[in-house]
DNA sequence: GGTAGACCTGGACGC
DNA sequence: GCGTCCAGGTCTACC
């Protein structure tokens, strides 16, 4: 058993990062409200693949799981520390924030960072599972694809296999690239996405794209956007999506969701489209997507 | 530069 | 049960 303590820049609330995004609802992860402990399957750089448990904690968060080498901890702790943010720093949009009433619980809730997995590619899979969709859709695609091409967990007691046996790490690029567009069309149930998945996980695996280096792109916003519009499936709102898991804030993820919220909000309910949303938020400027993520709206149902 | 229509799944609804 | 309709972003083709 090895415990982690990893400290998290201030302020921080646990919940706010579990609650920040359906994310935490999504395959490999899990979550046990009661307990509030967040789970997550993860794949090691050496194919060692473990469970993590990971809850609230004094300075941060805490991470248990099974006894990791030196070098294995290391890389733990970078994962968690990159999937929660820890060290993201919002204190220029608390104080843009400050005087708003729809934003006011922002500081005492700590809220900004939102939920990521350890790797953009499996962001930006789940991203592409959440276009054109329902919810529920997302988390059976995102299921299935962890349950058919995810490796299990490294079983190192056998006795108590039995409780983790059914756990799965995100696949790799290189196992979805073994597979096929019409394989993962009709198993995954990914439907026309198929193609899309498929060619990214094939050129990441290439080595030809390297998605992970958008992850730390100095780029400005608008080149780091066109980059992922780039990616088949990608358009502007799994991209606005993708920049605000990145910490970029300057575009709203308006998807038809976005659109009822705004309409509520201002328009009494009557239809609006997607510049309407942009305009209402046009003030908020670098903070834009903040300020719509966490805004307290009005209708919430 | 803007937009109609196709893409695919799953849930709701009517028979 | 079975068929039909609809919601949900992206992409292509065509103005």
């Given at each position: 058993?090895?415990?982690?303590?990893l400290?998290a820049?201030?302020p921080?609330?646990?919940?706010s990062?579990?609650?920040?995004?359906?994310?935490?609802?999504?395959?490999?992860?899990?979550?046990?409200?009661?307990?509030n402990?967040?789970?997550?399957?993860?794949?090691?750089?050496?194919?060692?693949?473990?469970?993590?448990?990971?809850c609230?904690?004094?300075?941060?968060?805490?991470?248990?799981?099974?006894?990791?080498?030196?070098?294995?901890?290391?890389?733990?702790?970078?994962?968690v520390?990159w999937?929660f943010?820890?060290?993201?720093d919002?204190?220029?949009?608390?104080?843009a924030?400050?005087?708003?009433?729809?934003?006011?619980?922002?500081?005492?809730?700590?809220?900004?960072?939102?939920?990521?997995?350890?790797t953009?590619?499996?962001?930006v899979?789940?991203?592409?599972?959440?276009?054109n969709?329902?919810?529920?859709?997302?988390?059976?695609?995102?299921?299935k694809?962890?349950?058919?091409?995810?490796e299990?967990?490294t079983?190192?007691?056998?006795?108590?296999?039995?409780?983790?046996a059914?756990?799965?790490?995100?696949p790799?690029?290189?196992?979805?690239?073994?597979s096929?567009p019409?394989?993962?069309k009709e198993?995954i149930?990914a439907?026309?996405?198929?193609?899309?998945?498929h060619?990214?996980?094939?050129?990441?695996?290439?080595?030809k794209?390297?998605?992970?280096?958008?992850?730390?792109?100095?780029?400005?916003t608008?080149?780091l956007?066109?980059?992922?519009m780039?990616?088949k499936?990608v358009?502007?709102?799994a991209?606005?999506?993708?920049?605000?898991?990145?910490?970029?804030?300057?575009?709203?993820?308006?998807?038809?969701?976005?659109?009822?919220?705004?309409?509520?909000?201002?328009y009494?309910g009557?239809?609006?489209t997607?510049r309407?949303?942009?305009k209402?938020?046009?003030?908020?400027?670098?903070?834009?997507?903040?300020a719509?993520?966490?805004?307290d709206?009005k209708?919430?149902?």
């Open positions: 058993m090895t415990t982690l303590n400290p820049r201030k921080f609330h646990f919940d990062v579990i609650n920040s995004h359906g994310w935490c609802q999504l395959a490999p992860f899990s979550y046990d409200k009661v307990a402990i967040l789970g997550y399957t993860l794949r090691l750089s050496n194919g060692r693949v473990v469970e993590l448990m990971i609230d904690d004094k300075d941060g968060v805490r991470v248990e799981t099974d006894k990791l080498k030196k070098s294995e901890q290391n890389e733990v702790a970078d994962a520390n999937m943010g820890l060290d993201m919002f204190s220029d949009f608390y104080a924030s400050n005087h708003e009433p729809k934003l006011a619980r922002a500081k005492k809730q700590a809220l900004g960072r939102v939920l990521r997995s350890p953009l590619f499996e962001d899979i789940k991203t592409i599972f959440t276009t969709t329902l919810w529920g859709a997302t988390r059976n695609m995102t299921r694809l962890v349950d058919e091409f995810g299990p967990v079983s190192i007691h056998h006795e108590h296999s039995t409780l983790i059914d756990n799965k790490a995100f790799t690029p290189e196992a979805i690239a073994a096929n019409a394989y993962l198993k149930r439907g026309y996405r198929a193609p899309a998945i060619d990214l996980a094939v050129r990441v695996a290439s080595g794209y390297d998605l992970e280096a958008l992850k730390t792109a100095s780029l400005p608008l080149e956007r066109k980059e992922l780039s990616i499936g358009g502007p709102y991209a606005a999506n993708l920049l605000l898991i990145l910490g970029r804030s300057d575009f709203i993820p308006v998807d038809s969701w976005a659109l009822k919220l705004v309409s509520h909000e201002w009494k009557e239809p609006v997607a309407e949303v942009e209402r938020f046009e003030k908020w400027g670098r903070y834009k997507g903040l719509f993520w966490f805004w709206w209708y919430n149902q």
